[in-house]
């Protein structure tokens, strides 16, 4: 894939850059499937800042190592 995109740069003298050389589509796959993934795992709403604090009290309580039906109670 890199191979093509610089040989076709020196075909048009153009000048490789990074840029020019690596395309961010599968950077950007790779990152979405990893992280959209797990079960916790959501956009961050950045319109109400309360959004931030609910989602890290989520990923504390319910993520892993989190509470469990068999260690949860009502002090909570």
């Known amino acids: 894939m890199v191979r093509g995109t610089i ?7 153009l000048i490789p850059t ?9 950077l950007t796959t790779t ?3 990893f992280f959209g993934l797990h079960s916790l795992s959501q956009v961050l709403d950045r319109t109400n ?6 989602h890290g009290r989520k990923y504390c309580y319910l993520g892993p190592g989190g509470l469990t039906g068999r260690t949860a109670s009502f002090r909570i």
């Open 7 to 13: 040989c076709g740069a020196i075909r048009h003298k």
């Open 49 to 54: 800042p309360l959004t931030q604090i609910v």
């Open 31 to 33: 990152y979405e499937s």
């Open 18 to 26: 990074p840029q020019n050389l690596i395309t961010s589509t599968p």
